[in-house]
């Protein structure tokens, strides 16, 4: 490859056009984790316009799917032909289904447009990762924390706003058009700047692999769904779905141990790191989208405050975790050391979750501030130190499914949050609306466990009281679950081995890679600046 730059130069800083390509990957980023933030802002207005009330909840579902069963089948395709290439299709696909879902007539154009949209967008997050992973060496990845952590802040907390914002002032259909600039910008910078040797496989694509885990994934996602809100846990639609899932997902790991270029090669769960990782990101996606679920909720219910600005309620829960995601990010960097923030983190995660159980109805803003800084700060030492474990624990051909599955996990725990804590709090919710409001409190609440400002505003003095109760009694008993699943991630961090990480210099005596882990080369990126 000639013509190149090092990714880090003699002076221990990035060229220009490392910088440029790293601006790029944070778009893309950005694109994943904004869409759903803004269009469930948009959501009232689209089914005013659109009608289609009924299948409300599928414009959120067939992004989910299709982003959940197409996730693992990019970072393998880009394994296989090519990161740069694979990774601007993605972009493409992601952009005409923002285009298409901006144009749709009715209901069911926006459902199939958004399922395009989330078959674009599984590899986006996936690209972004594994391209780091490619030109930047593990040692020097934890400098990129702070940015990666504060794309999924700043997703979350202008979601909401730009949402609300684009919606009242042009329109709901721009609330994906919008993402069309931002991806062009993407792709110029990535098209004239990122250099990665192209790649061409033999091997066929494993198609059947590929099916079967689309197939076993779609179950999951739509058990996680549907369980406890449209179907009752015990009915044959969710059996049977329990059933299919379980026996794809057989069959895949069956046809891995078969397939010449496995869709997810089996080997890298060898890796005791990699597989701990695994199980730590499924617990973080549960706990962080549970966490994102209910303490605006709670929020709301409890302590008054207004659903206008719904993002700006999580803000001490991810200033935290992006502060400390930047600490772990330059300590990690300067030492190569690593082990002690999954431990550390997960235990943090226990703590803040079981404070943040403590809630009642006269628990103040600032108190539950603190709480969620808590749960914050120990989410910050996590988020990125799992990919950057993953992808130093697999040799540098599987970095696409090193990410990709890591990816894909968190995505699971992140569905399995929100139904179990979910059926969990609205299970609670009921009962203490029986208990405290009688036959009103339970009728208030026969619909939805979750009461807009408009429906608590409706409920007589003694019911609202009740719900208050109720809220915070829901809130207990989810984030109690919480902390108990998160004491599996503190076991898991305690396992983890700490292979020191490569830098982009040879390691000095004492830093070679072990058995448990193979350190990343650095790639390059041309200097077409």
């Given at each position: 490859?000639?013509?190149?730059?090092?990714?880090?130069?003699?002076?221990?800083?990035?060229?220009?056009?490392?910088?440029?390509?790293?601006?790029?990957?944070?778009?893309?980023?950005?694109?994943?984790?904004?869409?759903?933030?803004?269009?469930?802002?948009?959501?009232?207005?689209?089914?005013?316009?659109?009608?289609g009330l009924e299948h409300l909840s599928w414009v959120?579902?067939?992004?989910?799917?299709?982003?959940?069963?197409?996730?693992?089948?990019?970072?393998?395709?880009?394994?296989?032909?090519?990161?740069?290439?694979?990774?601007?299709?993605?972009?493409?696909?992601?952009?005409?289904?923002?285009?298409?879902?901006?144009?749709?007539?009715?209901?069911?154009?926006?459902?199939?447009?958004?399922?395009?949209?989330?078959?674009?967008?599984?590899?986006?997050?996936?690209?972004?990762?594994?391209?780091?992973?490619?030109?930047?060496?593990?040692?020097?990845?934890?400098?990129?924390?702070?940015?990666?952590a504060g794309v999924m802040a700043l997703a979350m907390i202008g979601g909401p706003l730009v949402g609300g914002t684009i919606t009242d002032h042009w329109g709901w259909r721009w609330s994906f058009y919008i993402n069309l600039p931002l991806g062009a910008v993407a792709l110029l910078a990535i098209s004239a700047v990122l250099h990665l040797p192209k790649k061409r496989a033999q091997a066929r694509i494993d198609y059947l692999g590929a099916g079967l885990l689309a197939v076993g994934i779609t179950a999951i996602v739509l058990v996680?769904?549907?369980?406890?809100?449209?179907?009752?846990?015990?009915?044959?639609v969710i059996m049977e779905l329990i059933a299919i899932g379980v026996a794809a997902l057989v069959g895949f790991v069956f046809v891995q141990t078969k397939a010449v270029e496995p869709v997810m090669p089996l080997h890298i769960f060898r890796?005791?790191?990699?597989?701990?990782?695994?199980?730590?990101?499924?617990?973080?996606?549960?706990?962080?989208?549970?966490?994102?679920?209910?303490?605006?909720?709670?929020?709301q219910s409890v302590q008054g405050a207004s659903a206008t600005n719904?993002?700006?309620?999580?803000?001490?829960?991810?200033?935290?975790?992006?502060?400390?995601?930047?600490?772990?990010?330059?300590?990690?960097?300067?030492?190569?050391?690593?082990?002690?923030?999954?431990?550390?983190?997960?235990?943090?995660?226990?703590?803040?979750?079981?404070?943040?159980?403590?809630?009642?109805?006269?628990?103040?803003?600032?108190?539950?501030g603190l709480y969620m800084a808590v749960l914050g700060a120990g989410m910050g030492c996590l988020m990125q130190i799992t990919m950057l474990v993953s992808q130093n624990s697999v040799e540098m051909k599987d970095m696409g499914?090193?990410?990709?599955?890591?990816?894909?996990?968190?995505?699971?725990?992140?569905?399995?949050?929100?139904?179990?804590?979910?059926?969990?709090?609205?299970?609670?919710?009921?009962?203490?609306?029986?208990?405290?409001?009688?036959?009103?409190g339970s009728a208030a609440t026969s619909q939805s466990a979750q009461l807009d400002a408009a429906g608590m505003a409706r409920l007589p003095e003694a019911a609202r009281d009740a719900y208050q109760h109720a809220v915070s009694s829901g809130t207990h008993s989810a984030f109690l679950l919480g902390a108990g699943v998160a004491v599996v991630a503190l076991v898991a961090a305690v396992f983890v081995k700490e292979v020191p990480l490569k830098g982009a210099a040879a390691p000095e005596a004492g830093e070679g890679v072990g058995d448990d882990g193979v350190g990343a080369k650095g790639a390059s990126v041309a200097g077409a600046v």
């Amino acid at each position: 490859m000639a013509d190149t730059e090092a990714v880090v130069d003699s002076e221990g800083k990035q060229p220009r056009s490392v910088r440029v390509v790293l601006l790029a990957l944070m778009i893309a980023m950005l694109l994943a984790m904004l869409d759903n933030m803004i269009i469930g802002t948009a959501m009232p207005t689209i089914v005013g316009e659109l009608g289609g009330l009924e299948h409300l909840s599928w414009v959120v579902t067939a992004y989910t799917l299709a982003t959940a069963a197409s996730t693992p089948i990019w970072g393998k395709l880009g394994d296989m032909y090519g990161r740069k290439g694979i990774f601007m299709t993605s972009i493409v696909l992601f952009l005409i289904g923002s285009a298409l879902s901006g144009m749709a007539q009715d209901m069911m154009q926006l459902i199939g447009f958004r399922a395009v949209q989330g078959l674009g967008a599984g590899g986006l997050m996936v690209g972004v990762m594994a391209i780091i992973g490619d030109l930047i060496p593990p040692r020097e990845r934890g400098k990129y924390q702070g940015m990666m952590a504060g794309v999924m802040a700043l997703a979350m907390i202008g979601g909401p706003l730009v949402g609300g914002t684009i919606t009242d002032h042009w329109g709901w259909r721009w609330s994906f058009y919008i993402n069309l600039p931002l991806g062009a910008v993407a792709l110029l910078a990535i098209s004239a700047v990122l250099h990665l040797p192209k790649k061409r496989a033999q091997a066929r694509i494993d198609y059947l692999g590929a099916g079967l885990l689309a197939v076993g994934i779609t179950a999951i996602v739509l058990v996680t769904t549907w369980g406890g809100s449209e179907y009752a846990w015990g009915s044959a639609v969710i059996m049977e779905l329990i059933a299919i899932g379980v026996a794809a997902l057989v069959g895949f790991v069956f046809v891995q141990t078969k397939a010449v270029e496995p869709v997810m090669p089996l080997h890298i769960f060898r890796s005791r790191n990699f597989s701990l990782m695994s199980v730590i990101g499924f617990i973080v996606g549960f706990v962080m989208f549970g966490a994102t679920l209910f303490l605006p909720l709670y929020q709301q219910s409890v302590q008054g405050a207004s659903a206008t600005n719904s993002g700006l309620l999580l803000l001490p829960m991810l200033g935290a975790m992006l502060v400390v995601s930047m600490i772990a990010g330059r300590v990690t960097t300067n030492t190569g050391r690593y082990k002690v923030f999954p431990v550390v983190g997960s235990g943090l995660m226990v703590i803040g979750l079981f404070l943040l159980a403590q809630m009642d109805t006269d628990t103040s803003r600032v108190t539950s501030g603190l709480y969620m800084a808590v749960l914050g700060a120990g989410m910050g030492c996590l988020m990125q130190i799992t990919m950057l474990v993953s992808q130093n624990s697999v040799e540098m051909k599987d970095m696409g499914v090193a990410s990709s599955s890591t990816t894909l996990f968190r995505t699971l725990g992140a569905s399995f949050g929100v139904a179990i804590m979910g059926a969990l709090f609205n299970s609670r919710v009921q009962d203490v609306m029986a208990e405290r409001g009688g036959a009103a409190g339970s009728a208030a609440t026969s619909q939805s466990a979750q009461l807009d400002a408009a429906g608590m505003a409706r409920l007589p003095e003694a019911a609202r009281d009740a719900y208050q109760h109720a809220v915070s009694s829901g809130t207990h008993s989810a984030f109690l679950l919480g902390a108990g699943v998160a004491v599996v991630a503190l076991v898991a961090a305690v396992f983890v081995k700490e292979v020191p990480l490569k830098g982009a210099a040879a390691p000095e005596a004492g830093e070679g890679v072990g058995d448990d882990g193979v350190g990343a080369k650095g790639a390059s990126v041309a200097g077409a600046v």
